[in-house]
């Protein structure tokens, strides 16, 4: 069984917080015993390349400048998650995963997954455990988003989902998780809520290092929300 995780890094060297987080969340997935190939699509991102080198890694890595986005747009899930597919398919998988890098996964992960019996899934982790500045939050209740979702995919169902995403022209931040939901019901296959098997630790950046505040949010949030209105 093989893995293709889709995740994108923030710029290396603006925020040694930002750096720590992304690191952890590569050695926790190269801890596991399992063959485990990154999907990286980066948007100019400075210093990333050089930190997957050094990881000594297994990835499909693209760089797509940020000149050929649109004007303003950062970067975008569609675009990440159209490579991806297109790895998927020229390749022999079985799971396909999208993450974000500031989570530690647990060790446990593809022995979870490897019990259950469907042939075809889509698996929801939520954090269970959110730490900021240090601190932790709590580690009994689900915390913001799912930041950790698995598929297991058929080479027919990875088809389609590549078919489903050509008008979902989404950029820069959110509805990540609403789309990837959308997309299994498209897909028709199951899907489960894995929180209680598995305890995911989710760390707070540091917004502080690039320009990405509470306004920019909303006002991509808003944008990208018309794809399911």
């Known amino acids: 069984m093989k893995a293709l995780w889709l995740v994108s890094f923030r710029p290396i060297g603006s925020s040694k917080i930002n750096d720590y987080y992304q690191s952890l969340f590569l050695d926790s997935i190269k801890s596991i015993d399992f063959d485990v190939t990154f999907s990286l699509t980066q948007f100019d991102e400075k210093g990333v390349k050089e930190f997957v080198e050094n990881k000594k890694i297994k990835s499909f890595y693209e760089n797509i400048p940020k000149k050929n986005l649109p004007n303003n747009k950062k970067y975008s899930n569609k675009l990440m998650l159209q490579n991806c597919l297109n790895q998927f398919l020229d390749n022999d ?18 022995n979870v997954l490897s019990k259950i019996k469907e042939d075809e899934f889509c698996a929801l982790i939520y954090p269970n455990t959110h730490i900021t500045n240090g601190v932790i939050k709590s580690s009994f209740w689900p915390h913001y988003g799912i930041d950790l979702i698995v598929f297991k995919l058929s080479k027919d169902k990875a088809n389609k989902f590549r078919e489903i995403i050509k008008n979902y022209n989404q950029y820069d931040w959110g509805i990540n998780e609403n789309f990837y939901i959308a997309a299994s019901e498209a897909l028709e296959i199951k899907r489960m809520n894995l929180f209680k098997q598995l305890s995911v630790l989710k760390f707070e950046n540091d917004f502080g290092a690039f320009s990405e505040d509470r306004s920019w949010q909303i006002e991509s949030w808003r944008e990208n929300q018309g794809y399911f209105l």
């Open 93 to 110: 998988f079985q799971y396909l995963i999208y993450s974000t890098a500031d989570i530690i996964v647990p060790n446990n992960l593809f």
